[in-house]
């Protein structure tokens, strides 16, 4: 069953989203070569712990060992932080999640360190470009389905990129996963009617050559078949009339990276918004 959020639990929910955020902004400002993705962790879960009354949202989820998902490379999701030092021209997609006042916020990015090669630097701007696709579709009167059909129709028809399945973006509210189930792929004009009070989060899962992935023998990492690389966003956003309510943000990630020198911009200034396709 769908659980729609009061006015007040969405408030909650944006505030949990936006811790989020921020420790990716810390982050993004700590990334270089050299790095571990064990030493970005401990200083994110530092972080949320500094805040009142929150707590990281994946430590201890099913298990989950970390505050981040840190997933290198051909790496698509869920990879657990570890000492490997991050080196020049990887893509390192970090994910996080709060718990902060009973409600859960989720958002991810993943960054370009250091020089990273054009065609993978367009991998994730497709992939980046396609989360917003899919946002300026989560408005009142439009179906489940037109978010999916968005996503898949600019990275895998347009793009020839390959969207990744198996996973899947999800309600949110006082659980970290709850329904609707949000796929990144789909028809235009089925599922479910998008109404006021629906709380998710969208998070394609963009992979350079095939979709097909696998999970690696820790139980967590998911990888993808042929080791080429893959790129994950995500937001957590509320539905709304005319225009999408973004409870999550890049701002504070998009601000680090202009202070960082290791890592590039995963601009989206020439992006086309919905209203002028
Ligand atoms: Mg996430
Ligand atoms: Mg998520």
């Known amino acids: ?9 969405i408030e909650l ?12 902004g810390l982050v ?17 879960e530092a972080f949320i712990r500094s805040h009142k009354g929150a707590i990281p949202g994946f430590k201890g989820y099913g298990d989950f060992p970390a505050t981040l998902c840190v997933s290198l490379n051909a790496c698509v999701v869920h990879g657990i932080p570890n000492k490997k030092e991050f080196v020049d021209g990887d893509v390192v997609s970090v994910d996080c999640g709060v ?4 409600y859960y916020g989720d958002c991810a990015y993943t960054f370009p360190v250091g020089d990273v090669p054009e065609k993978v630097m ?39 990129y390959g969207i990744v399945r198996k996973l899947v973006g999800h309600g949110i509210g006082k659980n970290l ?18 109404k006021e009070g629906l709380v998710i989060a969208i998070e394609p899962m963009v992979n350079m050559g095939t979709k ?63 209203d002028q396709i």
Do not use: C
């Not at 069953?1 to 639990?9: D, G, L, P, S």
């Not at 400002?29 to 030493?39: A, D, Y």
């Not at 949000?182 to 479910?192: A, D, T």
């Open 1 to 9: 069953m769908i659980y729609y959020k009061t006015a007040e639990e």
């Open 13 to 24: 929910i944006r505030a949990s989203s936006q811790l989020v955020g921020k420790t990716l």
């Open 28 to 44: 993004a400002s700590m990334l270089k070569p050299g790095i571990t993705g064990l030493e970005i962790d401990k200083a994110a």
């Open 99 to 102: 718990l902060m006042n009973g």
């Open 122 to 160: 367009k991998l994730l701007r497709v992939t980046n470009e396609s989360l917003y696709r899919g946002i300026d579709n989560a408005i009142v009167g439009k179906r489940l389905g037109d978010i999916s059909y968005a996503i898949q129709d600019y990275a895998e028809k347009k793009h020839k």
């Open 177 to 194: 996963h709850e329904e609707p189930e949000v796929p990144n792929y789909g028809k235009r004009g089925r599922g479910i009617k998008l």
């Open 212 to 274: 097909d992935v696998e999970q690696s023998k820790d139980g967590w990492t998911i990888l993808t078949k042929d080791r080429k690389p893959s790129a994950h966003y995500e937001h957590t956003i509320t539905v709304k009339k005319g225009k999408a309510d973004i409870l999550s943000t890049h701002k504070y990630v998009e601000e680090a990276i202009k202070n960082n020198i290791n890592i590039k911009e995963v601009s989206l200034k020439n992006r086309i918004f919905a």
